[in-house]
C-alpha cells in the first residue's frame, strides 16, 4: 500500500492509462495539425463519446492545433465563445457546443481552402441535372463521381457520370475502406463516394460537391461534419410527380416505388444546412455554387 492508501498496482495500471491517453491525445492533435483530420471532426467525435480519447481533450489544446491560432489567439477566441479555457470537449454544453461548431464551419471555409458541399433530395427533383450544369458551367468545382452497381442509362458514361461496377467490385471496394459513404438506394442498387478523389482535391483547396442520396448524406456528416448539408426541393409535389413520370426510365411499379420514397426523403429537409429549390437549373445551380464559394460565381437571383 501507498502513503495514500491505493495499492502500488492499481497506482501502476493508473499511470500506464495516463500516460496511454496523453499519448492518444497528442496523436490526435498531431492528425490535425497536418491535415488527417479535421478540428470539428474530433469535436463531434467528442460529443458522441465523451468519455473517449476526444472528450478528454481540452478545447484550448485543439485549437492551439489550428494554422494562425497561437496560446494568445486561442484565448481570445475563447473568451468571444464563452468557453473556459479548462473545459473539455466532452463536458460542454448543448449551447457551447453550438457555438464551437458553427465557429469551427466558418473557419474550415476561409480562402484557400476547398469546400465540400452534399447535394442531396427526393427521387426525379433533378440533382442530376444540377450537378450536369455545374459541371459545364463551373470547371472549378469538382464533381465526385459515385460508383454504383445498378444498369447505365442511355447516354450515362463510364466514369463521367458513374463507375459502373458489379456486386463483387462493390463488396472489394468497402473492404478495403475506399468509400467516403455508401447505401442501397431504393432497395435495388448501391451507391458509393471513393474517399480518395475527394480528399485530395478539399486538401489541394479545390471545391467538391457531392450529389448523393439522404442516407449518403448522413454518412458523409458523420465522417466529415464541416460539410454543408444542402437538400434540393421541388417547386411542388405535382411536379416532382410529373419529371419522374415524364422521363419514363422506370417501369410504373418502379415510379410508385420511388414516389413513396420521395415522401419519407422529404420529410428530413430540416437535417440539411440548406435548402434550394429546383425552380430553375441556372439559378438553382448558381445558388448551390454560392455555397462552394468558388471564386467568379454568379450572384444568386
Do not use: C
Request: net charge neutral; proline share 6%; aromatic share 4%.
Amino acid at each position: 500500500m501507498t502513503a495514500d492508501g491505493m495499492p502500488e498496482v492499481d497506482r501502476a495500471a493508473a499511470s500506464r492509462a495516463a500516460i496511454a491517453a496523453r499519448r492518444a491525445r497528442a496523436e490526435v492533435k498531431e492528425a490535425v495539425r497536418t491535415g488527417r483530420r479535421s478540428a470539428l471532426d474530433v469535436a463531434e467525435t467528442a460529443w458522441r463519446d465523451p468519455s473517449g480519447i476526444e472528450g478528454g481533450m481540452r478545447v484550448r489544446d485543439l485549437l492551439t492545433t489550428l494554422k494562425g491560432l497561437g496560446p494568445a489567439r486561442t484565448l481570445t477566441v475563447l473568451d468571444r465563445l464563452g468557453i473556459a479555457p479548462v473545459k473539455r470537449l466532452g463536458g460542454l454544453g448543448h449551447r457551447q457546443r453550438a457555438v464551437l461548431r458553427d465557429w469551427l464551419k466558418r473557419r474550415s471555409a476561409v480562402p484557400g481552402h476547398g469546400r465540400l458541399v452534399v447535394l442531396a433530395g427526393p427521387t426525379a427533383v433533378g440533382k442530376g441535372t444540377v450537378s450536369a450544369f455545374i459541371r459545364e458551367n463551373f470547371p472549378d468545382v469538382m464533381l465526385s463521381v459515385s460508383a454504383t452497381t445498378r444498369r447505365p442509362r442511355p447516354g450515362e458514361i463510364d466514369g463521367l457520370h458513374y463507375f459502373f461496377v458489379d456486386d463483387a467490385g462493390f463488396d472489394r471496394m468497402i473492404d478495403s475502406g475506399e468509400f467516403l459513404e455508401w447505401a442501397v438506394v431504393h432497395n435495388l442498387s448501391r451507391y458509393g463516394t471513393p474517399r480518395g478523389p475527394v480528399q485530395e482535391a478539399l486538401a489541394s483547396g479545390r471545391s467538391v460537391l457531392l450529389e448523393i442520396d439522404l442516407d449518403g448524406a448522413r454518412q458523409v456528416r458523420a465522417a466529415m461534419p464541416e460539410a454543408t448539408l444542402v437538400f434540393l426541393l421541388p417547386p411542388t409535389w405535382e411536379e416532382l410527380v410529373r419529371r419522374l413520370v415524364g422521363r419514363g426510365t422506370e417501369s410504373p411499379e418502379e415510379q410508385a416505388r420511388r414516389l413513396e420514397t420521395a415522401r419519407v426523403e422529404l420529410a428530413a429537409q430540416d437535417e440539411f444546412d440548406a435548402l434550394v429549390v429546383n425552380d430553375d437549373v441556372r439559378r438553382t445551380a448558381a445558388e448551390v455554387v454560392d455555397l462552394l464559394a468558388v471564386p467568379g460565381a454568379p450572384s444568386r437571383a
